[in-house]
């Protein structure tokens, strides 16, 4: 089975950085995936790590451990349409599990 | 691309009815798969098909749901008899040789009375 756990609510500041954690424990892991949704629509994808260290993206960064099961969205410079739910998700084999999502919501 | 496609996006029906919920995935896509979101348990994959074929099923909820993928444009997935807590969002995604880079479509809101 597979235990995903991260924050549900961060708040931030426009221009700010914020760091969205996730941890999770799964008897097979073939990597992991952020994802945005903004409310009411579909979950679009950010990105996609499967070794360890940082892959960046722009405004956007994703950290992998493996080893210690945990994983990191970082948001810098962050501006108000970045309001939305961050969803981290688990792939094991073909299958996707996700979180419960993080909303994060941006304040003028 | 016009991305996945799904219909209806709303559906409001009363308990006992079916429910037919369509998606067409991306073109040449050769991935499918059928997710529900609810407030209470999150995203869950609901079932996957690979060039057509139902490779895992295990996430469907109940004999009541059934998914199909008659062709590689268009997949169904039928709920009969629906029921309250059926209630959710239903997502289709497809993908270009495995679940890298999920393309999901708008969803259809489904509400059982």
């Known amino acids: 089975g597979q235990n995903i756990d991260q924050p549900t609510e961060m708040t931030a500041t426009e221009g700010a950085i914020v760091q969205i954690n996730c941890t999770y424990q799964t008897s097979g892991f073939n990597g992991l995936f952020w994802y945005q949704q903004h409310a009411g629509e579909a979950p679009t994808f950010l990105s996609y790590n499967v070794l360890d260290g940082l892959e960046e993206k722009g405004r956007f960064s994703s950290f992998l451990s493996r080893s210690k099961g945990y994983s990191y969205l970082l948001l810098k410079e962050l501006q108000m349409k970045d309001s939305a739910s961050y969803l981290c998700?688990?792939?094991?084999?073909?299958?996707?599990?996700f979180g419960a999502g993080t909303t994060v919501t941006v304040r003028a | 691309d016009a991305g996945v496609i799904q219909s209806p996006r709303h559906e409001v029906t009363e308990m006992g009815q079916e429910v037919t919920l369509r998606c067409k995935p991306i073109s040449g896509h050769d991935y499918l798969f059928w997710y529900r979101q609810t407030m209470m348990r999150g995203l869950e994959l609901l079932i996957y098909f690979n060039n057509n074929v139902p490779i895992d099923d295990s996430g469907m909820p109940e004999d009541r749901f059934s998914a199909k993928m008659p062709n590689a444009s268009f997949s169904t997935l039928k709920i009969q008899p629906s029921e309250p807590r059926d209630s959710a969002v239903y997502f289709c995604?497809?993908?270009?040789?495995?679940?890298?880079?999920?393309?999901f479509g708008p969803g259809t809101r489904l509400t059982v009375l």
């Open positions: 995604a497809s993908s270009l040789g495995g679940p890298d880079t999920q393309y």
């Open positions: 998700a688990v792939r094991r084999g073909y299958k996707l599990s």
